[in-house]
């Protein structure tokens, strides 16, 4: 069965500092990961995604993640972070292999970045 | 017009009563999904469809059911509401193939 881990509920950063949100994986397979950002009183936004390719994954507002297989992680990263980052996050988990192959979710790290 | 709608955006319901979340998506998509989301523990799969006439059971299917009534509306029911059912439901729907989901909006669900 396919797993999430957010090690972190919260992470907290001053503006102008880089960012990492953590995420850990488990699939028997090989994995197609994503990161979604929920603002407040929002659905999920589509943030990034790693299917095959370059280890590192650029995506939206400035946003990237480094897939690591032999550490099965998948964190997101922001060179400088903006007090409009603060959000909720998501790391998502698919089995490209698995019969049932619906999304995986960790349990979210609320940024907050502070002026 | 939002690409996934939900509705209500808010409800509240008394212990015991049916009630009915609806989806509909302008995507075109085949895939649709319901999860809940509790603080603490992310976002649960209630149910799924990949069409019209598929029906799959998620993590946490007990106490739920779903219609998919037409490839764009998806719709949950509890049909006796609990208290531990009070969180925020989302839908969402994707393509086959190497992508994400589209996520509506949310309803936030209260059971007193």
């Known amino acids: 069965a396919q797993s999430v881990a957010q090690p972190e509920d919260q992470v907290n950063v001053a503006e102008g500092n880089p960012l990492t949100v953590k995420c850990t994986y488990s699939?028997?397979?090989?994995?197609?990961l994503f990161w979604y950002v929920q603002y407040p009183n929002r659905g999920l936004q589509f943030l990034l995604k790693?299917?095959?390719?370059?280890?590192l994954v650029k995506g939206s507002y400035g946003f990237e993640a480094e897939f690591n297989k032999s550490q099965t992680s998948f964190h997101l990263k922001k060179p400088s972070a903006l007090v409009s980052d603060s959000a909720l996050y998501f790391c998502?988990?698919?089995?490209?292999?698995?019969?049932?192959?619906?999304?995986?979710f960790g349990a979210g790290t609320r940024l907050t970045v502070k002026p | 017009d939002a690409d996934v709608t939900q509705t209500p955006r808010n409800r509240i319901t008394k212990t015991g009563k049916r009630i009915m979340l609806e989806c509909s998506q302008t995507?075109?998509?085949?895939?649709m999904y319901w999860y809940r989301q509790d603080p603490g523990l992310g976002l649960r799969l209630i149910y799924y469809?990949?069409?019209?006439?598929?029906?799959n059971k998620g993590e946490i299917s007990d106490g739920y059911s779903v219609s998919r009534q037409a490839q764009a509306k998806f719709s949950l029911s509890l049909e006796s509401a609990i208290p531990n059912q009070t969180a925020l439901y989302f839908c969402?729907?994707?393509?086959?193939?190497?992508?994400?989901?589209?996520f509506g909006s949310g309803t936030r669900l209260t059971v007193v």
């Open positions: 969402a729907t994707r393509p086959g193939g190497n992508y994400g989901y589209t």
């Open positions: 699939v028997s397979g090989n994995p197609y």
């Open positions: 790693y299917i095959t390719g370059d280890n």
């Open positions: 998502a988990v698919r089995d490209m292999g698995g019969e049932n192959n619906d999304m995986r």
């Open positions: 995507k075109g998509h085949d895939r």
């Open positions: 469809s990949f069409d019209v006439k598929d029906i």
